[in-house]
């Protein structure tokens, strides 16, 4: 009897132990995830790539609000007035910064796996203060397409569109609105609800993306 208790007491500070190793990766894995965002946000121009690398590795859907930032500072007014195709200029967006030339791809895969954070972050990105952050939210949702949670983004992109000072985040906003009702009959519906003929007539005429 003495001997069973025994071994239940060293089975049960066993299990203790692996809890508490497994708590001590998870929060360092935790730290350093946030220690990369702080990166993002404060480092110089090659910490910011590195730090943008790994968290795009790390498929961290916490760093979405940060990543957003940081592809909006390298967006400037005339690049999102190019000619190029939307999809072609994305890939070129960041000339100055290779992790989003590089890692385009593996990040738009981000936003689109991380469906929640990823509205969360665009929403807030879309009412930024900043044009060029407002302009890279309505960019990437209008790539993001019919993978975006629409429900969501609709509001804040109608309000873009109706109220922005800048002509090229009320353009994006078209272009991003036409590809998330895209055959969403119900998105449709509320959106020609939400708009005038003017702004419609605009959407029909932006809002398709090309260069596939």
């Known amino acids: 009897m003495k001997n069973r208790g025994r071994r239940f007491a060293m089975a049960a500070s066993a299990a203790g132990l692996v809890t508490l190793v497994a708590a001590a990766v998870a929060s360092r894995g935790f730290v350093h995830e946030r220690y990369l965002v702080w990166q ?12 943008v690398d790994a968290l795009v590795s ?20 005339r690049a999102y007035e190019s000619v190029l195709p939307w999809r072609v200029q994305l890939e070129r967006a960041s000339v100055r910064h290779r992790s989003f030339s590089e890692h385009t791809a593996p990040f738009l895969q981000l936003l689109r796996s991380h469906k929640k954070a990823a509205t969360s972050a665009l929403q807030a990105s879309l009412s930024d203060p900043i044009d060029s952050v407002r302009a890279a939210a309505c960019l990437l949702v209008a790539v993001i397409g019919s993978e ?56 029909a005429r932006l809002g398709h993306l090309t260069g596939e």
């Open 40 to 51: 993002v946000e404060h480092g110089d121009s090659e910490t910011q790539a590195r730090a």
């Open 58 to 77: 790390m498929d961290s859907a916490a760093a979405l609000p940060s990543l957003i930032q940081y592809f909006a500072s390298d967006l400037r007014a």
């Open 148 to 203: 975006s949670d629409s429900d969501g983004l609709l509001a804040p992109l109608v309000q873009l569109l109706k109220a922005d000072p800048d002509d090229s985040v009320r353009e994006l906003a078209c272009k991003a609105l036409g590809a998330i009702v895209a055959d969403r009959p119900a998105a449709q519906t509320a959106l020609e609800e939400a708009l005038g003929e003017d702004d419609l007539a605009n959407v």
